[in-house]
């Protein structure tokens, strides 16, 4: 079992919709994630850190669900722009990716 | 506003080269690491550097290696440069809190092509 996993989707949806999408880890000793957003051929840019239950940011919210080891990412109002691929990361002795989860935000 | 710079964004080298990739962070991290990302694979850590001159193997060491002489610049090195190591390289660098590694913050990648 890889040590952080994540659909990969693509999900696409309208405008305006809400999606999350989660993230499952395997290693219960990791005390802090990140979610990540990449664009096309760029490089991976921090969009959310999450250290205990959960984090808000504007349209994005990450919850943390240690029971049953996974965080999730909601995007509220999904705008054109917020297509991308959404990288989560678990951090315990060594920060491990997940593979990515494509959005794409349709007009 | 922190800062990740590599070498070169594009490079194309031919096989059987040796090829050096350069990466500088400006932000004092203890830790940077290089990874590369193939399309369905995502990110790959090769190797990574908690101090000058220390440097750990990642998950996929085999035809590369490394030298971290100063804090702030990591080098991944190809010895002998092969087709399937084209790839988008990405190097990284994070601080350390409380034993556990921080975000990480990347450098805009180097394609690299290997005829």
């Known amino acids: 079992r890889k040590e952080v996993e994540q659909d990969p989707g693509p999900f696409n949806v309208p405008e305006g919709a809400t999606v999350a999408f989660n993230c499952t880890y395997s290693?219960?000793?990791?005390?802090?994630f990140f979610w990540y957003r990449q664009d096309c051929r760029k490089e991976p840019k921090l969009l959310m850190s999450v250290y205990s239950s959960g984090n808000e940011d504007g349209r994005f919210t990450a919850q943390l669900n240690r029971a049953s080891q996974y965080i999730s990412l909601l995007i509220r109002d999904s705008k054109l722009s917020d297509s991308a691929t959404y990288l989560c990361?678990?951090?315990?002795?060594?920060?491990?990716f997940g593979g990515g989860t494509r959005l794409m935000v349709k007009p | 506003d922190v800062k990740v710079t590599q070498s070169s964004r594009y490079l194309v080298k031919r096989t059987g080269e040796k090829v050096f990739l350069e990466c500088v962070q400006d932000?004092?991290?203890?830790?940077m690491f290089w990874y590369r990302q193939d399309p369905g694979l995502g990110l790959r850590l090769i190797y990574f550097?908690?101090?000058?001159?220390?440097?750990e193997k990642g998950d996929i060491p085999e035809g590369y290696s490394v030298s971290r002489e100063k804090k702030e610049r990591f080098s991944l090195i190809l010895e002998s440069a092969s087709t399937n190591q084209t790839s988008m390289y990405l190097c990284?660098?994070?601080?350390?809190?409380?034993?556990?590694?921080?975000?990480?913050?990347f450098g805009p990648g180097t394609r690299l092509t290997v005829l």
């Open positions: 990361g678990n951090a315990g002795n060594m920060l491990t």
């Open positions: 990284a660098s994070s601080g350390t809190i409380a034993g556990a590694y921080n975000e990480q913050f």
């Open positions: 550097s908690y101090d000058v001159k220390m440097k």
């Open positions: 932000m004092d991290h203890e830790n």
């Open positions: 290693n219960s000793a990791s005390q802090s």
